[in-house]
């Protein structure tokens, strides 16, 4: 493929990444209390005032990242809203939790700040931990900094200590399970707290790294042939739906994430592993030969899913591909991964941008029709897609910048 | 409309109803621990192992109903199973709940019985009082029908006292709500225990009773042109999503409870109410003009739900509908309810039995069809579909046992 055809695939990603920005900054923001309205109909408009956490931190975490490292969103609006999020989060976002001395993270939270839902999982933390971490990279405020790692010390009890805390009962038929989402999002922790960070603090976070890597790995399953999402904590296949569930994208997802570790270590066959089985297998397996698409949930024996939406396309599965693809690519420069890009891209740019109204629709039918029409909800907000396109732009930019190696 | 049509209905009831029973007859027992597998794919084979703890309980009271009423069912090894399905609840289900002395039940259980998950709601404890009370009535055990009557006062006293032991943190945003499935289930467990009880019972009951019917008339909104599914305990309309839903299914519901005490209590404007308000609203907003069948969900302003299933076509609010339609019918004889029983049996008749292996798919899309294959999961068991034919087919053989009235 040629240098024209990324420079094509680079201008409508910065195209929709510009679109995107402008669609959050036009219609999330809170003047009044501060924070993000993530309920954002077609048009724009509010339709629930609920302050979603996962996507508070998300949303701080990502206007961060857009002002610190792209020179055209180094706007001072975008740094406002950010540290507005910031300040909303800090100063609601805490409850005291079942372990003595513990905090917890809300889930959802009412306009003005009082919690309405905990959770009894970890991600509103990691999402509060993303969000303060890169917020204190833009701010440069220490006691911010301090506090992403104060809740991450916690946040690894639970996880590998005692996880009494979370306030889940403890039940004999609840088997601990690695549940994949667990190690990515400790992964993706220990990247955000440790990039551009000195030996002392990579060091800090190298074991944990590694255990990450190694819990990731154990969802390979059936002799190489599939990911699947739960597995018990000793890395054996588990009985029933529970074990056999596959979610094709965040096995990509995980598979860049591994990917971006390979390319630190410097370690081939991480890399080789990372796009065989955690980026081609989800490819085999959860993109639909019929109508295009990867589907949410499949069956590893075929089963039908218990999960109603199991057969929909999903926005954010799509963006997770065209990062694994293209980063894939970038390292090691083979066509059959530009190829895969370029296949998820014509589905994705064919059927979840808005072109009327901007931004993208986030839930299609398993044919490719919009089944619900808002641009933001309780989980859709302003992060996949941005976190995509930006991605994916810098990735092009990088491989347009050094055109000497071939394409 | 003949009475030959209200034979050809019935008729085509009755031999779905047959096929029903043999189904789960043949496929979803567990003659090692008891109990009964509801995970059953579309031939009857067991896809999943776990124990849905209302599904136990529904199937458990269904069966024992069956068996205690009707002449074809009064079979040894349907009393055989609904015991078995009895031990299994009485010797697994509860577990120390949150409360000094209280007791939960499990929402989930292991094939052999370990508790795997505890909601914090009271539906669980409802399902389980349904199947103790109803066994009682077929074995003659005491001590099984004192059970149910301690365990119903516990869940009394969370509904209308201190809700504490259900075990969901006291938050600051999380106001207190009137959800219509929490007094829809009180009234419907109110008239399982009162059920040809004498005035004793009758009387315990009464002010409950009332206080059920008086909560679900405060999901009347909108002046009257909506039912609501959560309202403030005011029984005023709540902000946003929440506050907006619709679910036309447990409307109608709602509705034939509603009707069954109208006829009780012989008040002809709750009979009224019951049928212009929770019958004809719910199918006039929720039926799908284009393709036929009730929405899942619907926004009462028209923004979309949040809910990703939203806009599927599912098995039970059908099977609402259609109790709801006839006994409506059967109850004022009014033709225009016995057209929307038969416009409703029609949708119903054609999209969800499975000709060709016994039984009724559960989840269409909008379009009708399958999406989901399986004849049982983690909320279809034996229930809807069983109950929504054996009301109808004794409405019906009332109604043509008494043919001197006019249909």
Same mark, same amino acid.
């Not at 219609?27 to 077609?42: A, E, I, K, N, V």
């Not at 701080?60 to 300040?87: N, Q, S």
């Given at each position: 493929m040629s240098a024209v055809k990324l420079e094509e695939f680079r201008e409508r990603i910065r195209k929709e990444l510009d679109t995107t920005v402008d669609f959050w900054l036009q219609h999330s923001h809170d003047p009044l209390h501060g924070g993000f309205f993530t309920c954002l109909g077609r048009d724009g408009e509010v339709y629930d005032e609920l302050k979603y956490v996962w996507l508070q931190g998300r949303q701080v975490w990502m206007y961060c990242r857009l002002y610190r490292t792209m020179d055209r969103f180094h706007r001072?609006?975008? /740094?406002?809203?950010?540290?507005?999020?910031?300040?909303?989060?800090?100063?609601?976002?805490?409850?005291?939790?079942?372990?003595?001395?513990q905090w917890k993270c809300a889930f959802s939270l009412t306009r003005d700040g009082k919690?309405?839902?905990?959770?009894?999982?970890?991600?509103?933390?990691?999402?509060?931990?993303?969000?303060?971490?890169?917020?204190?990279?833009?701010?440069?405020?220490?006691?911010?900094?301090?506090?992403? %790692?104060?809740?991450?010390?916690?946040?690894?009890?639970?996880?590998?200590?005692?996880?009494?805390? /979370?306030?889940?009962?403890?039940?004999?038929?609840?088997?601990?399970?690695?549940?994949?989402?667990?190690?990515m999002m400790l992964l993706c922790l220990v990247q955000q707290l440790t990039e551009g960070g000195g030996a002392e603090v990579v060091q800090k976070y190298t074991e944990l790294a590694s255990w990450c890597v190694q819990q990731i790995l154990q969802h390979i399953q059936r002799g190489g042939t599939a990911i699947l999402e739960n597995v018990s904590v000793d890395g054996a296949e588990l009985p029933g739906c529970q074990g056999r569930l596959q979610n094709p994208g965040h096995a990509l997802e995980a598979g860049?994430?591994?990917?971006?570790?390979?390319?630190?270590?410097?370690?081939?066959?991480?890399?080789?592993?990372?796009?065989?089985?955690?980026? %081609?297998?989800?490819?085999?397996?959860?993109?639909?030969?019929?109508?295009?698409?990867?589907?949410?949930?499949?069956?590893?024996?075929?089963?039908?899913?218990?999960?109603?939406?199991?057969?929909?396309?999903?926005?954010?599965?799509?963006?997770?591909?065209?990062?694994?693809?293209?980063?894939?690519?970038?390292?090691?420069?083979?066509?059959?991964?530009?190829?895969?890009?370029?296949?998820?891209?014509?589905?994705?740019?064919?059927?979840?941008?808005d072109a009327q109204k901007g931004e993208w629709f986030g839930y299609l039918t398993q044919e490719g029709k919009v089944a619900l029409d808002f641009k933001g909800g309780p989980f859709k907000g302003f992060f996949h897609v941005p976190r995509c396109l930006y991605m994916c732009e810098r990735i092009l930019d990088d491989m347009l910048a050094n055109k000497d190696r071939a394409f």
């Amino acid at each position: 493929m040629s240098a024209v055809k990324l420079e094509e695939f680079r201008e409508r990603i910065r195209k929709e990444l510009d679109t995107t920005v402008d669609f959050w900054l036009q219609h999330s923001h809170d003047p009044l209390h501060g924070g993000f309205f993530t309920c954002l109909g077609r048009d724009g408009e509010v339709y629930d005032e609920l302050k979603y956490v996962w996507l508070q931190g998300r949303q701080v975490w990502m206007y961060c990242r857009l002002y610190r490292t792209m020179d055209r969103f180094h706007r001072p609006e975008i /740094l406002e809203a950010a540290k507005a999020g910031g300040a909303f989060l800090r100063k609601f976002t805490r409850v005291p939790g079942a372990g003595s001395g513990q905090w917890k993270c809300a889930f959802s939270l009412t306009r003005d700040g009082k919690a309405v839902k905990i959770q009894r999982t970890i991600f509103s933390e990691c999402f509060y931990i993303l969000a303060m971490d890169e917020l204190s990279r833009v701010t440069g405020d220490k006691d911010m900094q301090l506090e992403a %790692e104060q809740m991450m010390e916690q946040l690894i009890s639970w996880v590998r200590g005692d996880p009494a805390g /979370l306030g889940r009962p403890q039940l004999p038929g609840d088997v601990p399970t690695n549940s994949m989402a667990v190690p990515m999002m400790l992964l993706c922790l220990v990247q955000q707290l440790t990039e551009g960070g000195g030996a002392e603090v990579v060091q800090k976070y190298t074991e944990l790294a590694s255990w990450c890597v190694q819990q990731i790995l154990q969802h390979i399953q059936r002799g190489g042939t599939a990911i699947l999402e739960n597995v018990s904590v000793d890395g054996a296949e588990l009985p029933g739906c529970q074990g056999r569930l596959q979610n094709p994208g965040h096995a990509l997802e995980a598979g860049w994430f591994l990917l971006q570790v390979s390319a630190q270590q410097k370690d081939e066959a991480l890399q080789r592993t990372a796009i065989d089985k955690f980026m %081609e297998l989800p490819y085999q397996n959860g993109w639909d030969k019929e109508h295009g698409g990867l589907f949410y949930f499949l069956d590893v024996d075929g089963h039908c899913p218990t999960q109603l939406e199991w057969n929909m396309k999903l926005w954010w599965p799509h963006c997770e591909a065209l990062i694994a693809f293209l980063m894939a690519y970038s390292h090691t420069r083979e066509p059959a991964l530009l190829h895969r890009f370029s296949e998820v891209f014509e589905y994705t740019f064919k059927n979840f941008p808005d072109a009327q109204k901007g931004e993208w629709f986030g839930y299609l039918t398993q044919e490719g029709k919009v089944a619900l029409d808002f641009k933001g909800g309780p989980f859709k907000g302003f992060f996949h897609v941005p976190r995509c396109l930006y991605m994916c732009e810098r990735i092009l930019d990088d491989m347009l910048a050094n055109k000497d190696r071939a394409f």
